[in-house]
Nanobody, 121 residues
């Protein structure tokens, strides 16, 4: 299974970007899907999570500005980022729990390669 992230880039403060992450390979079912980010010199942090049932969870720093969504038919997760701030600058990674055998698992966690988001002031 591979996760391919895309959509990063350079944007001015207040602007928007939409990240995408598509999973491919032998996939029976995908459970939770997540976006993380890691800024230089900082630990990787969870930005947003979406469960298979559609429950959402966000880091306090992005609530009201970022929206996570998924297209289960395409095995893809999105992150719509609005009102971007310089402190959102980081490498963004997608992450997913995937079973290649059955709806009951076993589930394995996979990571995408990361996409750079840079917000200028």
């Amino acid at each position: 299974v591979q996760l391919q992230a895309s959509g990063g880039g350079l944007v001015q403060a207040g602007g928007s970007l939409r990240l995408s992450c598509a999973a491919s390979g032998i996939i029976f079912i995908i459970s939770d899907m997540r976006w993380y980010r890691q800024a230089p010199g900082k630990q990787r942090e969870l930005v947003a999570l979406i469960t298979k049932g559609g429950s959402l969870n966000y880091a306090d720093s992005v609530k009201g500005r970022f929206t996570i969504s998924r297209d289960s038919a395409k095995n893809t997760v999105y992150l719509q980022m609005n009102s971007l701030k310089p402190e959102d600058t980081a490498v963004y990674y997608c992450n997913a729990d995937v079973s290649s055998r059955s709806v009951y698992g076993p589930f394995q966690q996979y990571w995408g390669q990361g996409t750079q988001v840079t917000v200028s002031s």
